[in-house]
C-alpha cells in the first residue's frame, strides 16, 4: 500500500464514535466497477459504498484541503506526520479567507502542537501571536452559526438529535439547523476542526486551532466556530502523546510535537496532493447507507438499533480511483 494509501480517515465509514470502533477508518473504501447482484436494500454500508456509482462521489478540490505535517512522534518514525483537513467556507467564510492569508504566510510553520487532551482534542496554534503579527485570524467574530435562505436544502436525518431542532447533511457536511430562526451550524463531531477562543464569543480565530479526538462534545455547538473536518490522517492526531497539564496542554519538559508545514494543497507541488473524493449526501445511495447503519445487515449484529445518531453517520472519503 502506497503512503497515500495508507492513512485515510473515514475511508470506509465516517466521522463519529464508528471511526474509533473501526480504527479510525483503516480500510479503503472502493467502488466496484459493475452493479452488485444484490439490491441496494439488503448491503451492508460497506458493500454499498463499495458498490457506489461514481456520479455518487465528488472530487475534493485541492483549495479547500488543509495540508498539516508535523515531526513523527511514533517511536522509530521517520517520515512526518500528515493530517489533511477538509474547510467548510460554506459555513465559515471568513475564517475560512483569514486562514488562507495565514497559511500563504507562513504563519504555523515551525509552530507547536500544544495540547492533547485524551477523548477531548488536539491543539496547535497561538492566536496572541497572530494579532501582534497583524492577522485578522488571532480575533474575529465568531461564526458560530449562519443564516439560511433557499439555497439551504438538506437531507434530514429522521431520527432526531437532542442538541438541535433539526439534523442532516448538506453538501456533503453533518448539519444542524433550527426552522424557526433559519440559522444553520456545524456540529462537533469526530475529526471536526475549530477555532479556539477564550471567554468572549468574538476572541478566537483560525490562528489557533483543534480537532475533536473523542466523544463528540456537542454541548460545544453554537458555541465556538468550527470551519472543516480532518479527512485523512486523523490516527495520526488519536495517537499523539498525551499532554499532562491540565486539559491536556503540553508541559514544560514535555516534547511538543513541532508543526513542519502546513498549507493549502492547491499550493503544493503534484507529487505531494492527494485526490480525495467524498460520498455524496444528496445521492440516493447515501439514504440507503444511513439505513443499512440503522438497521444493520451484517450477520455479527443480533440486535438492530433503529437509529442513528447523527456524529455516528458515515461521511466516506476516498482516493479518487484515477489514482
Sequence with gaps: MSDKQSSLFQRAFGIGALAMAVCSGAVLAKTSQTAPIKPWRVLTSAELI??????????LEQSRLLYLYFEPTQAGGRAPARVIILLAPDFAPNHVLALNELLAKGFFNSRDIVRSQDNYVVQWGDGAAATAQGFAGG????EFDLAYGTEFRPFELKDGDVYAPKV???RNWPVAWDPKAK????????????????EGADSGGPAELYAVNGHSPRALDRNVTLLGRVVDGMDQFATLPRGSEAMGFYAPGQTKPKIIKAELGSR?????QVRLEALRTD???????????????????????????????PLPVRISPKE
Excluded at 463499495?50 to 472530487?59: E, G, L, M, R, S
Excluded at 440559522?183 to 476542526?193: A, D, E, K, S, T
Design 50 to 59: 463499495a458498490a457506489a456509482p461514481n456520479d455518487a462521489w465528488t472530487k
Design 268 to 272: 503544493l507541488p503534484a507529487s505531494e
Design 168 to 170: 442532516g447533511f448538506w
Design 139 to 142: 480575533r474575529m467574530v465568531a
Design 283 to 313: 445521492h440516493a445511495i447515501y439514504a440507503e447507507v444511513l439505513e443499512s447503519r440503522r438497521n444493520r445487515r451484517d450477520s455479527w449484529t443480533k440486535f438492530k438499533a433503529g437509529k442513528l445518531e447523527l456524529c455516528n453517520a
Design 183 to 198: 440559522r444553520y451550524w456545524l456540529p462537533h463531531c469526530y475529526g471536526m476542526v475549530g477555532a479556539g477562543r477564550d
